[in-house]
Nanobody
Framework: QVQLVESGGGSVQAGGSLRLSCAAFGYTVSYACMGWFRQAPGKEREGVAYIDSNDSTSYADSVKGRFTISRDNAKNTLYLQMNSLKPEDTAMYYC??????????????????WGQGTQVTVSS
């Protein structure tokens, strides 16, 4: 059974940093396309960062240069390092994983597996 468990969320002032973790169980992270998504109250879910099975990464324009996605295959964990946080980064953050060859499922929010989310709150 595949399970994703996020952690690392919290409250921070603008300009601060947080590192989110997503521990994976039941599969090997290096085989999957994985992504971080976020959803703020009253807004649609949006993709933040992605890493595919070839370790290629991509980011939403709103976080480029501030956020870094990575994974530790030995720990079977996905990370999102978030620096220079802004109030508009406030949201529930979710990690997702998909094993299908078509990465579009991953990039467009149609991944098969999702975590329960971790809240990030950035105050001004």
């Amino acid at each position: 059974q595949v399970q994703l468990v996020e952690s690392g969320g919290g409250s921070v002032q603008a300009g601060g940093s947080l590192r989110l973790s997503c521990a994976a169980f039941g599969y090997t992270v290096s085989y999957a396309c994985m992504g971080w998504f976020r959803q703020a109250p009253g807004k649609e879910r949006e993709g933040v960062a992605y890493i595919d099975s070839n370790d290629s990464t991509s980011y939403a324009d709103s976080v480029k240069g501030r956020f870094t996605i990575s994974r530790d295959n030995a720990k079977n964990t996905l990370y999102l390092q978030m620096n220079s946080l802004k109030p508009e980064d406030t949201a529930m953050y979710y990690c997702a994983a998909d094993f299908r060859r078509d990465y579009a499922y991953c990039y467009t929010g149609r991944a098969r597996y999702w975590g329960q989310g971790t809240q990030v709150t950035v105050s001004s």
